[in-house]
Nanobody, 124 residues
Framework: QVQLVESGGGLVQAGGSLRLSCAAS????????MGWFRQAPGEEREFVAA????????IYADSVKGRFTISRDNAKNTVYLQMHSLKPEDTAVYYC?????????????????WGQGTQVTVSS
């Protein structure tokens, strides 16, 4: 059973930085894609970034390009989302997701496994 556990959320001022972590277990993730999504109150869950574990190819939402970086650590089976220059509109619950394969899709329905989420709040 795949388990994804997010951590690293919190309260930060606008312009600040946070690093989210997603610890993955239950499978060998060498041929998985890992994604980060977020959901603000009253909004649909939206794509943020994704990375292919095997090829390390990445894709980002336009709203976070140049500010967020997704990466993975093979030894720790962990995926990170480094967030810089945070804005109040980045406030949301951030979810880690996983799917088998190499292509980093951006749609929520493409992903089979989800974490419980971690809250990120950016104050103005």
């Amino acid at each position: 059973q795949v388990q994804l556990v997010e951590s690293g959320g919190g309260l930060v001022q606008a312009g600040g930085s946070l690093r989210l972590s997603c610890a993955a277990s239950g499978r060998t993730f060498s041929s998985y894609v890992m994604g980060w999504f977020r959901q603000a109150p009253g909004e649909e869950r939206e794509f943020v970034a994704a990375i292919s574990w095997r090829t390390t190819s990445t894709i980002y939402a336009d709203s976070v390009k140049g500010r967020f970086t997704i990466s993975r650590d093979n030894a720790k089976n962990t995926v990170y989302l480094q967030m810089h220059s945070l804005k109040p509109e980045d406030t949301a619950v951030y979810y880690c997701a996983a799917r088998a394969g190499d292509y980093p899709y951006t749609k929520t329905w493409r992903y089979d496994y989800w974490g419980q989420g971690t809250q990120v709040t950016v104050s103005s």
